[in-house]
């Protein structure tokens, strides 16, 4: 458990549970859980059964395990509407998989890392890490940069202590210098690119959505797999990105999103 959740007392025990439950992605069962939880059997079996009666985690009796419940998924539906770019965006994103043939992702900052609020696959899809609500690495991949390039000094600062420079492939950047010797190059640009950073195979362009005062909202990007298209050919897509992301950017600016 981490150490901001120890000292927010009960809610923040019970929201490291749901994290818990969560990250596993599948029904889970109490010993799972007791395994690696700093709770006393008693303490976790309590924050289960109340999770339990407020809808947030559902157990199943016969199989004895615990799963995200209804309750918890309204109120992600609800956030994704009320917190996210996503359905602003939703159009845009159709309209770009479907005029350049490959994977759209859409991305926002938590934290250091990249939260995927939407996704649009190709018509072929292709097998890849990121998916909507899955959390990724800032450092390593189109969108993260994209994000990360166009902050405000402070705020860049606190997000590159985040950073975990682990080496994923052989392109990854694993230092702070050569990261902000690229973002240095993004801003100027305008285009970030994840060159096999992330995961072997896989490419990606990528253009940050910004606000009215050049804050990045959002980060979109156009991903293929190295099998399909070099970097070069896909750059070809660029025009059709950075055009759809300065309409999502446009469409923002009547809506109450924070910039």
Known sequence: MNKQAQGDG?????IDVLDRVASIGRPVRFSELLADSVHPKATLYRLLQTLVSQGMLAYDDGRQTYSLGIRLV??????????SI????????????????????????DGGQVLY???????????MYSQAGKIGPGYCTGVGKALMAFQ???????????????????????????????LDQIRAEGVAYDREEHEPGIVCVA???LSSKGRPLAALSIT????????????QALPALLETANRIAMAVQDWQFPN
């Open 10 to 14: 009960t809610v923040g025990k019970a």
């Open 74 to 83: 309204r109120l992600a539906h609800a956030a994704w509407r009320q917190s």
């Open 86 to 109: 996503a359905p602003i965006a939703q159009p845009y994103i159709d309209q770009l998989s479907e005029l350049v043939g490959e994977t759209v992702h859409l991305a926002q900052l």
């Open 117 to 127: 609020v939407d996704k649009r696959n190709a018509a072929d899809p292709i097998d």
């Open 152 to 182: 405000e000094p402070g705020d860049l600062e606190q997000i590159i202590r985040k950073q975990a420079f682990y080496q994923y492939t052989p392109a990854t950047l694993t230092s702070e210098c050569a990261l902000r010797a690229e």
């Open 207 to 209: 253009a940050p959505i």
């Open 224 to 235: 293929t797999s190295t099998q399909r298209k070099s970097l070069e050919e896909l750059n």
